[in-house]
T-cell receptor
Framework: GENVEQHPSTLSVQEGDSAVIKCTYS??????FPWYKQELGKRPQLIID?????GEKKDQRIAVTLNKTAKHFSLHITETQPEDSAVYFC????????????FGKGTKLSVKP | ETGVTQSPTHLIKTRGQQVTLRCSSQ?????VSWYQQALGQGPQFIFQ???????GRGNFPPRFSGLQFPNYSSELNVNALELDDSALYLC?????????FGPGTRLTVL
């Protein structure tokens, strides 16, 4: 069945450094790839997304890249701050439907001041 | 914060019981998806409703069922509760693909 692999499961960086989280997906029909940030006890929040007709998207300190051939997509956070500490989830649409998502297992990012 | 709301916030049930969880969509959103998030895991897709019809289902048994109403609010019903059903249940509403999550209902099955 469809699957999304996410790495690493934990990531610790110093404030100001960059953080990179990588995901791979199995369904070649997937065409929508959102990233969510979830703080402890709170709802997942959409932070950035990318569609299959775009290779890269940037929003201030956050960027996402997509390699459809390799079925890889990555989240890049530059100039990390302590408030970036959270669990980050990647997701991919199922069978080309943007509304049905399969999630990775998450990456716990810790930013040390 | 999004305009998606869920009730109740917390719920404790015993094995074999039935439960109904509720979700109100963000204004203007006609699609609602439900997810189950076990502790330390990513959300798992249960099913989606679009204009009151089921529009996709994940790998969950038939005892998980749902409804969407004309105002696009939604219910998730779980029959014959099992211990493994203990989780955070999230709904997400969407209009053009981007999904916005509600705060979730924490279900504990004893």
């Amino acid at each position: 069945g469809e699957n999304v692999e996410q790495h690493p499961s934990t990531l610790s960086v110093q404030e100001g450094d960059s953080a990179v989280i990588k995901c791979t997906y199995s369904d070649s029909a997937s065409n929508y790839f959102p990233w969510y940030k979830q703080e402890l006890g709170k709802r997942p929040q959409l932070i950035i997304d990318i569609r299959s007709n775009v290779g890269e998207k940037k929003d201030q300190r956050i960027a996402v890249t997509l390699n459809k051939t390799a079925k890889h997509f990555s989240l890049h956070i530059t100039e990390t701050q302590p408030e970036d500490s959270a669990v980050y989830f990647c997701a991919a649409s199922i069978k080309g439907s943007q509304g049905n998502l399969i999630f990775g297992k998450g990456t716990k990012l810790s930013v040390k001041p | 914060e999004t305009g998606v709301t869920q009730s109740p916030t917390h719920l404790i049930k015993t094995r074999g019981q039935q439960v109904t969880l509720r979700c109100s969509s963000q204004s203007g959103h006609n699609t609602v998806s439900w997810y189950q998030q076990a502790l330390g895991q990513g959300p798992q897709f249960i099913f989606q409703y679009y204009r009151e019809e089921e529009n996709g289902r994940g790998n969950f048994p038939p005892r998980f069922s749902g409804l969407q109403f004309p105002n696009y609010s939604s219910e998730l019903n779980v029959n014959a509760l099992e211990l493994d059903d203990s989780a955070l249940y999230l709904c997400a509403s969407s209009l053009l693909g981007e999904q916005f999550f509600g705060p979730g209902t924490r279900l504990t099955v004893l």
